[in-house]
């Protein structure tokens, strides 16, 4: 068996549930309340202009943790987690860690979970302040999550960087995208039980996917500077400005409308973000594997294989939330190539 057959049988292992992604509402958020309803205008949805900001410029202040000030049920986990990170991480992209975790403050809040946090499932938060919340029992993976969100934050003139995400005072974008791959990354470097493996499940894999079109290590640089302007650029090279865009505002409605407990959000529209998601990431993929300029043999494999992750059905813990998205991918791929020959000519 060649190896890329063999990856993508040890795929196929690995998700189990290949062809249904479960989306589950439980939220393991980075800020709460007021961003929450400055939603999209559905009305306005489809017209909507992403404008990204810059990244912030980051200076680092001291590289120096005190972990004794932490709470001794904390402490080990948090040290873990320094010692994951910067296996993983070049330090110099880690200024925000540094900057964050000298003020971090643990609050165990599950016995006054609040009426909204119920509503919403949410199980803990990181605000900007430096402060993780609990509002479930203590679990190592929901800190590891928040303690990645407090790795990538920061603010600037009243705007909050988290990561993808970018809070400005009418305007929240991003944050589909920076959950997806925030969870994306929490799995990939601790690979905790399988507790953390229900949460973000359908964006965790949209990220994944986005990363293999980015690459690695470009792409959890650009995570780890808040810079959702080079995320968007580099996507930009593969599928051209406005559709890298179109990425950004369809994961950040997929995260809404699955958390949405007013239910204004319909389905006709999330039924359009999950193709044009599909479409925009085997577009941006197939012109990377263009790019890379392999053989044909190879390029086919590859291709079938990232095809093979690409989401064709969803169900959520809500039986009404099943949906069935309407994509032929092999049609799709053949406009493709035909668009391609066109150009050639
Ligand atoms: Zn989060």
Redesign the pocket.
């Known amino acids: 068996m060649n190896e890329i057959l063999r990856n993508i049988v040890q795929i196929l292992i690995d998700n189990q549930a290949f062809f249904e992604y479960f989306i589950t509402s439980a939220l ?3 800020f709460d309340g007021k961003s929450f309803n400055a939603m999209v205008d559905r009305n306005n949805y489809k017209n909507l202009q992403i404008n990204v900001l810059p990244a912030p410029s980051l200076v680092k202040k001291d590289n120096q943790i005190d972990f004794s000030r932490f709470e001794s049920k904390y402490r080990k986990d948090i040290e873990e987690f320094y010692n994951v990170l910067i296996k993983n991480v070049d330090e110099d992209i880690l200024i925000s860690f540094y900057n964050n975790i000298r003020e971090l403050v643990i609050e165990d809040n599950y016995t006054k979970f609040s009426k909204f946090r119920k509503k919403a499932k949410c199980l803990g938060t990181y605000s900007t302040d430096n402060t993780i919340e609990f509002f479930t029992e203590y679990e190592k993976s929901i800190l590891f ?1 928040e303690l990645l ?1 407090l790795s990538s934050s920061c603010v600037r003139d009243g705007k909050l960087y988290v990561g993808f995400n970018q809070m400005l005072e009418n305007s929240d974008i991003g944050r589909g995208i920076n ?1 997806g791959y ?1 969870e994306y990354l929490n799995q990939l470097y601790f690979k905790e039980p399988s507790n953390s493996k229900k949460y973000y499940t359908y964006l965790k894999n949209t990220a994944a996917l986005l990363e293999r079109v980015i690459g690695h290590e470009k792409m959890q640089s650009f995570f780890f500077k808040s810079d959702l302007l080079s995320l968007v650029e580099e996507l930009s090279k593969y599928c051209g400005s406005e559709k890298a865009r179109d990425f950004i505002k369809y994961t950040d409605y997929v995260y809404r409308y699955f958390h949405d407990k007013d239910h204004i959000l319909q389905n006709d529209l999330i039924q359009h973000a999950f193709v044009n998601i599909n479409h925009i990431l085997i577009e941006a993929y197939y012109n990377k594997l263009k790019e890379d300029n392999i053989n044909e043999h190879d390029f086919n494999m590859k291709l079938q294989e990232y095809l093979l992750l690409i989401p064709e059905r969803f169900y959520s813990e809500h039986k009404t939330y099943y949906i069935e998205c309407a994509i032929d991918m092999k049609e799709y791929v053949e406009s493709l190539k035909s668009r391609e020959k066109g150009h050639s000519l």
């Open positions: 393991i958020i980075h999550h969100h959950e925030t």
